[in-house]
C-alpha cells in the first residue's frame, strides 16, 4: 500500500538559509508526487509534481523537489528561506489504482529574521 | 480557469445540532471531489470521494455523510455534531484519471 512520512513535523530556519524539509514514500507502483504549501486559515496550493518525467523538479516560490527512486525519496528544497515560506507543507503519492492521494502528516516551517 | 468555493468560511454550533458544509465547483465538468478533515496538529483525512453525481465513497466510518446532487456540488452533513467533529473542512477537485487536486478555502468548524 501507498505511504508517505514526513520526517520532523517543525523546521526552523533563518531567513536567507537553505530549506530542507524531508519526505519519503512508499509505493507498489510507479509513484506520482507532490508537495502543497498550506498558509494559516487556507486551503492548500499545489507547490509542485512529479509524473515521472524529469526527477528535479521545479515548483512555484523557488521551491524544488528532487525524485530519488533508490531512496524513495521527495524532499523539498529551497536555497534562500523568505519569511513568506513560513508555512505547512504537505508530501503525497498517488494512490495508485484511483485519483486519490494519500497525504503525510505535514512540517510546519518557521523562518526566523 | 477552474474555481472552487466553500461556504461558510467558519462556523460555529452546538453540540448535537446539524451541518451542512456546501463545496461548488465552476469551470470544469465532471470533476473528482473529495472532502478532507484537518484536525489540529494533525495531517489531513480524506472523508468522502465522488467520482460523479450520486456517487459517494466513504473513508473513514463517522457520524458525517455526503451527497453530490449537482455535478459540480458537494455537500458535506451531519445529523447530530460530535465535539470531535471540531476541526477545518476542505474540499478538493480533480479532474477524472488525473491526481492533481486542488484545494477550496475551507470552512473552520466548531463544535462546542
Known amino acids: 500500500a501507498q505511504s508517505v512520512t514526513q520526517l520532523g513535523s517543525h523546521v526552523s530556519v533563518s531567513e536567507g538559509a537553505l530549506v530542507l524539509l524531508r519526505c519519503n514514500y512508499s509505493s507498489s507502483v510507479p509513484p506520482y508526487l507532490f508537495w502543497y504549501v498550506q498558509y494559516p486559515n487556507q486551503g492548500l496550493q499545489l507547490l509542485l509534481k512529479?509524473?515521472?518525467?524529469?526527477?528535479l523538479v521545479k515548483g512555484i516560490n523557488g521551491f524544488e523537489a528532487e525524485f530519488k527512486k533508490s531512496e524513495t525519496s521527495f524532499h523539498l528544497t529551497k536555497p534562500s528561506a523568505h519569511m513568506s515560506d513560513a508555512a505547512e507543507y504537505f508530501c503525497a503519492v498517488s494512490e495508485g489504482d484511483t485519483d486519490k492521494l494519500i497525504f503525510g502528516t505535514g512540517t510546519r516551517l518557521q523562518v526566523f529574521p | 480557469s477552474q474555481t472552487i468555493h466553500q461556504w461558510p468560511a467558519t462556523l460555529v454550533q452546538p453540540v448535537g445540532s446539524p451541518l451542512s458544509l456546501e463545496c461548488t465547483v465552476e469551470?470544469?465538468?465532471?470533476?473528482?471531489l473529495y472532502w478532507y478533515r484537518q484536525a489540529a496538529g494533525r495531517g489531513l483525512q480524506l472523508l468522502f470521494y465522488?467520482?460523479?453525481?450520486?456517487?459517494i465513497s466513504s473513508e473513514v466510518p463517522q457520524n458525517l455523510s455526503a451527497s453530490r446532487p449537482q455535478d459540480r456540488q458537494f455537500i458535506l452533513s451531519s445529523k447530530k455534531l460530535l465535539l470531535s467533529d471540531s476541526g477545518f473542512y476542505l474540499c478538493?477537485?480533480?479532474?477524472?484519471?488525473?491526481?492533481?487536486?486542488?484545494f477550496g478555502p475551507g470552512t473552520r468548524l466548531l463544535v462546542l
Open positions: 512529479y509524473t515521472s518525467a524529469a526527477t
Open positions: 469551470g470544469t465538468s465532471n470533476p473528482n
Open positions: 478538493a477537485w480533480s479532474l477524472s484519471g488525473t491526481e492533481t487536486q486542488y
Open positions: 465522488s467520482v460523479g453525481i450520486g456517487q
